[in-house]
């Protein structure tokens, strides 16, 4: 009897603990970090020994916040930043950052869980900002060249702002990789850059038109200089020249005519 009092006791003090604790539970490429908030008595914060892949048991006023420490690609849209001569461009672009493994807890104790928008994003925009304005248009969207300068120059200062920023408070966050990539025209001005494409075109179609006209005036005059002067070879009148040009172009055409009566300017087909 005093066996089943027991571990009957036994069993209601493990139920009892058991609803008092719950698991914080990590996947892998993630760290979940313990917030204590302790009822009666204690201090709470942030406990700095995070939960790596899989659980751990906490009592249930501690809460947990599950950060990746794999690479992050955070998408930002930045619109109407305007090149050297004020064009207005769009611009998607890519921020690859990782926080270092086991520093997740330091990390949501000095800038919280919106440490990138916090921190990183307006000094990003801002940087790209600064470069997109010193090229044209044209090398924004298509020289690929000047977009990897770009790059290149934004990731320098975004790690040298970092490596500043954790002077002040530790910031476990490495920056991997940017990506401006290359402008796209706005709507307002790709109608505009349409508008002048087709001018372009247009006005390259007059031109080649006009060159066609040329070359067939040029050709005519050719042909009736060579006409003249077979004509003065063969000592003809300009009558007789006509009119044996006609009998030519009679015969090439095949027609079918059995007599010619007349001279060529009022030839006469007389059939059967």
Same mark, same amino acid.
């Given at each position: ?17 058991? &609803? ?12 979940? @970090? ?36 794999? #690479? ?77 300068? =770009? ?20 910031? #476990? @966050? ?9 402008? &796209? #025209? ?55 020249? =006509? ?6 172009? @009679? ?7 059995? @007599? ?13």
């Amino acid at each position: 009897m005093r066996k089943l009092l027991y571990f009957t006791a036994l069993a209601v003090i493990m139920m009892s603990m058991t &609803s008092c604790m719950h698991r914080l539970k990590a996947g892998p490429g993630e760290e979940t @970090v313990p917030v204590s908030k302790p009822w009666f008595f204690g201090k709470g914060g942030t406990v700095m020994q995070p939960v790596s892949t899989g659980a751990e048991w906490f009592v249930m006023s501690t809460s947990g916040v599950t950060m990746p420490i794999v #690479p992050v690609k955070h998408q930002v849209d930045l619109d109407d930043l305007f090149s050297n001569d004020n064009t207005p461009l769009d611009f998607h672009t890519v921020i690859i950052t990782q926080i270092k493994k086991g520093k997740t807890p330091v990390l949501l104790e000095n800038y919280g869980t919106e440490w990138f928008d916090t921190n990183i994003k307006e000094v990003y925009t801002n940087r790209v900002r600064e470069y997109v304005s010193q090229y044209g248009p044209f090398d924004l969207i298509s020289n690929r060249e000047i977009l990897n300068d =770009i790059d290149e120059n934004v990731m320098k200062d975004m790690q040298a702002y970092t490596k500043k920023l954790n002077q002040a408070a530790e910031f #476990p @966050v490495e920056i991997k990789q940017i990506i401006v990539g290359k402008a &796209s #025209p706005n709507k307002k001005q790709l109608d505009e850059m349409n508008n002048t494409a087709a001018q372009i075109q247009a006005k390259q179609t007059q031109e080649r038109a006009y060159d066609t006209y040329l070359a067939k005036e040029k050709a005519e005059r050719q042909r009736a200089k060579a006409d003249r002067a077979y004509m003065e070879e063969l000592r003809m009148s300009t009558d007789e020249f =006509i009119q044996m040009k006609w009998i030519e172009t @009679v015969a090439a055409s095949k027609a079918n005519i059995d @007599v010619m009566v007349g001279p060529a300017t009022s030839m006469w087909n007389v059939r059967r």
